[in-house]
């Protein structure tokens, strides 16, 4: 069993930044960032693998960064540059075994889910 409890979310201005937090009773070997927007599906953000090797979806490359802290047993999502259409509940997410890289944004792929954070960023 894997326990996810996300905090930092808020409400920031365009262009602002958020650190989303994400304490974990343990790390497997794949975790991710997951956000939903008001009538709209989940979506993969971002996800780390055991190898520390990244996965961005397209709409957030180059604005924010995921990473992980071991020693803190907490999962982070650094979020620049933000956008009103970054509004939404934000999920973390973990899953055991290994998980093709093209794979790892796929919410089907996730057994493990906290409760959510949300994220208002007005322009």
């Known amino acids: 069993q894997v326990h996810l409890v996300e905090s930092g979310g808020g409400s920031v201005q365009s262009g602002g930044s958020l650190r989303l937090s994400c304490a974990v009773s343990?790390?497997?070997?794949?975790m991710a960032w997951f956000r939903q927007a008001t009538g709209k599906e989940r979506e993969g953000v971002a996800s780390?693998?055991?190898?520390?090797?990244?996965n961005y979806a397209d709409s957030v490359k180059g604005r924010f960064t995921i990473s992980k802290d071991s020693a803190k047993n907490t999962l982070y999502l650094q979020m620049n540059n933000m956008k009103p259409e970054d509004t939404a509940m934000y999920y973390c997410?973990?899953?055991?075994?290994?998980?093709?890289?093209?794979?790892?944004?796929?919410?089907?792929?996730?057994?493990?889910w906290g409760q959510g954070t949300q994220v208002t960023v007005s322009s």
């Open positions: 997410a973990a899953t055991t075994g290994w998980v093709a890289w093209g794979l790892r944004l796929l919410e089907g792929m996730y057994n493990y």
């Open positions: 343990r790390f497997t070997d794949c």
């Open positions: 780390i693998f055991i190898d520390r090797t990244t």
